[in-house]
C-alpha cells in the first residue's frame, strides 16, 4: 500500500519563522501535491510538483515556496511564517497521468503564535 | 471564488438511515469527479469517483448520482453506519488531473 509520510504531527512556530514542512512517499509517484485545509474552504491547492525540480503554482501560493530535490521528498516553505498560516498542511502523491487517484498523508496541523 | 460547492456543512443520521451530500461546480470543462472520505487525524482517502458520461455509480452502499446539466453531483450513504461518521469532500478536476477543486466539506455524524 501507498506509504505518504508527513514529518511532524504538530507544529508551533512563531512569527517570522522559516518553517519546513517535509513530505515523503514510497510509490515512486511522479505527482506531489501540498495542500492547505481549512474548516469551510476544504482543500487548498499550494503547489504542485510533477517531476523531480519541476513544480507549478497552485490557487494560494503566496508566501509559500517548494522544493523537490528527490522524487520521493516534496517539501514546503514557509518563508516568513504568519499567522494567517496557522492551518493543517495535507501532502499527497500519485502516479502521473494514468491514474486519478490522490494518496495523503496524514497532515500537519501547523500553529503560528 | 470556489469551484466547487458543498452542502451541507454537517450532516446528522440515523443509524440504518440515509446521508445525502450535495455538489454543484460551474466549470464545464471539469473531466472527473471524486468523492474523499477523512476520519479524525487522518490524511483523506478516495471513496468512490465518476466521470460525466455516466449518471450513476455504486460501490456496496455508497453512489454518486451525476447529473450533467444541472451541473450537480451527490453522494448516497445507503444504510448509514456509525463507522461512516467523516468528513466528505466532494472533488472536480479537469481531464489531466494536476488541480483537483475541493469542496468545503461536511461532517457526517451516524447516531448508533
Known amino acids: 500500500d501507498v506509504k505518504v509520510t508527513q514529518s511532524s504531527r504538530y507544529l508551533v512556530k512563531r512569527t517570522g519563522e522559516k518553517v519546513f514542512l517535509e513530505c515523503v512517499q514510497d510509490?515512486?509517484?511522479?505527482?506531489m501535491f501540498w495542500y492547505r485545509q481549512d474548516p469551510g474552504l476544504g482543500l487548498r491547492l499550494i503547489y504542485f510538483?510533477?517531476?523531480?525540480?519541476?513544480?507549478e503554482k497552485g490557487d494560494i501560493p503566496e508566501g509559500y515556496s517548494v522544493s523537490r530535490e528527490k522524487k520521493e521528498r516534496f517539501s514546503l516553505i514557509l518563508e516568513s511564517a504568519s499567522t494567517n498560516q496557522t492551518s493543517m498542511y495535507l501532502c499527497a502523491s500519485r502516479v502521473q497521468s494514468t491514474n486519478e487517484k490522490l494518496f495523503f498523508g496524514s497532515g500537519t496541523q501547523l500553529s503560528v503564535l | 471564488q470556489q469551484q466547487v460547492k458543498q452542502s451541507p456543512q454537517s450532516l446528522i443520521v440515523q443509524k440504518g438511515g440515509i446521508s445525502i451530500i450535495n455538489c454543484a461546480y460551474e466549470n464545464t470543462a471539469f473531466d472527473y469527479f471524486p468523492w474523499y472520505q477523512q476520519f479524525p487525524g487522518k490524511g483523506p482517502a478516495l471513496l468512490i469517483a465518476?466521470?460525466?458520461?455516466?449518471s450513476e455509480k455504486k460501490e456496496g452502499r455508497f453512489t454518486i448520482s451525476f447529473n450533467k446539466s444541472a451541473k450537480q453531483f451527490s453522494l448516497h450513504i445507503m444504510d448509514s453506519q456509525p463507522g461512516d461518521s467523516a468528513t466528505y469532500f466532494c472533488a472536480a478536476s479537469l481531464y489531466n488531473f494536476n488541480k483537483f477543486y475541493f469542496g468545503s466539506g461536511t461532517k457526517l455524524n451516524v447516531k448508533p
Open positions: 510509490m515512486d509517484h511522479e505527482n
Open positions: 510538483s510533477y517531476d523531480v525540480k519541476m513544480k
Open positions: 465518476i466521470r460525466p458520461d455516466v
